[in-house]
């Protein structure tokens, strides 16, 4: 499995935040066994376009959820993070319950002329977050499901978050 | 086969005053195909991570929704205080818990109300509404807001409420429970209802995982899924189990929104019965410098809320993936095989808030 995505530790290694009160006045018991406010272990996979869909479709046949697709515009390139869940299990050991985690496949694009296969084969449901990359990011994606062709935001502009607003005329 | 007819479905119509189309393939009454299309007031509020800092992002978040406004705050701040290793004071914690459950009451008494509306049942969708409204005088006067609360910041809150002020809100909501209680009598035991809404839109347990619904909608087919157990806020320190029902049709989802309408009230009692003394927020210094994809339950399911920082003020991302958004699929497969007078019925079912998707 990938790295950790770097959310800091785990609160139980932190110290006591200013203002905190002392441990003995914590608020009872937790019935769940979880500490106040967990926070939710994140793993991070980066993989290759070319691998996208092998293991996509790997992760469907170990049951995993597609919670969410995230672009995000970087320097010079741009990546999509598909992000994974299986529920209320963690992602080592299918029989620790509810101890949730989630699973993060990011592949890196170009800026110019980026594309990626539709994963919509596996998870039908897809196609919006597809469409989404499509109209927002400019990214061309490859057998969805239901395409859009272009038309599922309207925006002033295409393909708004590639372009940092500072380079448009505001 | 008869003869295909394409309808266009809004996006002005009579289920609910904001903007989703949908093109209805029928063959006579039944709809044979559905093309959604939404994106018609997409308002990019994600793009202003390039003009706003983290925490003026607060405000940004809390305005994403008209209905849902306080767990969209809670979500953004949540991700922030992850990465930024921020412990929140446990007054804060649980004041956010009870606020959240107060939120939930009023969207789900909001929906009630629309869906008695859409039905044609006025006098119910008026008990609906007459309820929600002291709902929502609760939050005016624990926040100074009605629905967007303007309350949480990274790091805690911004109001505190005195303990006893707490008591008498837990129970003044136990009081409203017994006319809920009576309104959810009518939308489960009447005839004119159950006749609407049982068998319509059956949405089976593998049809809801494999389209990766959310919420009510999914809990409505047997999927024991609330992101609640997460354990996030004060949720670990309170007895909780998601509601499933598993019929699957438009009176499950109904059935799950109504029994969690009394969840809310034992959820409020519980957190504001924990709620310990001390601060409610903690100075923040520093820049948010990673990634967290922070999630919570919304009254329409699962929300994310997704930051990364690169170490400047500036997020380097910011996205927002709302429980409608991951509904709409599901959406899709339900209006195919259903009559067409029974369209409205089901784009209410999933509760949808086009609101939230065109943030």
Redesign the interface.
């Known amino acids: 499995m990938g790295d950790d995505?770097?959310?800091?530790?785990a609160?139980s290694d932190?110290p006591?935040?200013?203002?905190?009160?002392p441990a003995d006045?914590?608020?009872?018991?937790?019935?769940?066994?979880?500490?106040?406010?967990?926070?939710?272990r994140?793993e991070l996979e980066e993989i290759p376009v070319a691998a996208l869909l092998e293991r996509v479709q790997r992760l469907r046949g170990q049951g995993y959820?597609?919670?969410?697709i995230?672009?995000?515009?970087?320097v010079a390139d741009q990546e999509v993070?598909y992000?994974f869940d299986r529920?209320?299990q963690s992602l080592e050991s299918p029989d620790a319950a509810?101890l949730?985690g989630?699973l993060?496949l990011r592949v890196r694009l170009p800026m110019l002329n980026p594309e990626l296969p539709s994963i919509s084969p596996f998870?039908?449901?897809a196609?919006?977050y597809e469409n989404e990359m499509h109209?927002l990011f400019g990214i061309s994606v490859k057998g969805m499901a239901?395409d859009?062709q272009g038309?599922?935001?309207?925006?002033m502009v295409p393909t708004?978050?590639v372009t940092?607003?500072?380079d448009h005329e505001e | 086969m008869g003869t295909r007819t394409v309808i266009p479905f809004g996006p002005q119509h009579p289920a609910l005053p904001e903007p989703i189309h949908l093109d209805l393939v029928l063959e006579d009454e039944r709809v044979v195909e559905a093309i959604p299309k939404i994106g018609f007031v997409h308002r990019g509020f994600e793009k202003l991570v390039e003009k706003m800092d983290f925490n003026e992002l607060v405000y940004v978040a809390d305005r994403i929704c008209g209905i849902c406004a306080f767990i969209h705050s809670m979500a953004y701040c949540q991700a922030v205080e992850a990465v930024m290793n921020v412990e929140v004071p446990p007054r804060a914690v649980f004041l956010r818990t009870v606020w959240s459950e107060l939120a939930r009451l009023q969207s789900h008494l909001l929906w009630l109300g629309f869906m008695a509306d859409v039905m044609g049942f006025e006098s119910l969708f008026m008990q609906s509404f007459r309820l929600r409204e002291k709902i929502v005088d609760i939050l005016e006067e624990m926040t100074g807001g009605r629905i967007i609360l303007g309350v949480c910041r990274v790091g805690g809150v911004r109001r505190d409420v005195a303990n006893d002020t707490l008591a008498g809100i837990v129970g003044r909501v136990k009081d409203l429970a017994k006319d809920m209680r009576r309104l959810a009598d009518v939308f489960l035991q009447d005839d004119s209802v159950k006749h609407r809404m049982v068998g319509v839109g059956v949405l089976t347990r593998e049809q809801a995982a494999d389209l990766g619904c959310v919420g009510p909608v999914m809990r409505a087919s047997g999927i024991s899924r609330d992101t609640r157990t997460l354990g996030y806020a004060g949720y670990g320190f309170v007895d909780f189990s998601p509601v499933v029902e598993t019929a699957g049709d438009s009176y499950a989802r109904c059935a799950v929104r109504i029994r969690e309408l009394f969840q809310s009230v034992g959820l409020i009692e519980q957190a504001a019965g924990k709620v310990p003394a001390g601060e409610v927020s903690v100075k923040v210094s520093g820049y948010p410098d990673g990634e967290y994809h922070s999630r919570c339950e919304q009254p329409r399911g699962e929300v994310i809320h997704y930051v990364k920082g690169d170490g400047t003020r500036y997020l380097q991302r910011y996205r927002v993936r709302t429980p409608t958004f991951a509904n709409i699929p599901a959406l899709v497969k339900m209006l195919q095989g259903c009559e067409l007078a029974d369209v409205p019925i089901l784009v209410l079912t999933i509760d949808p808030c086009i609101s939230c998707t065109e943030r």
């Open positions: 995505i770097k959310a800091g530790p609160p932190l006591p935040a200013p203002g905190t009160p006045s914590a608020p009872h018991e937790a019935p769940s066994g979880l500490p106040l406010n967990p926070r939710e994140q959820r597609l919670v969410h995230a672009c995000t515009r970087l993070s992000c529920d209320g509810a949730h989630m993060t998870y039908w449901g196609f919006l109209d239901l859009f038309h599922l935001y309207t925006t708004p978050y940092k607003t500072a």
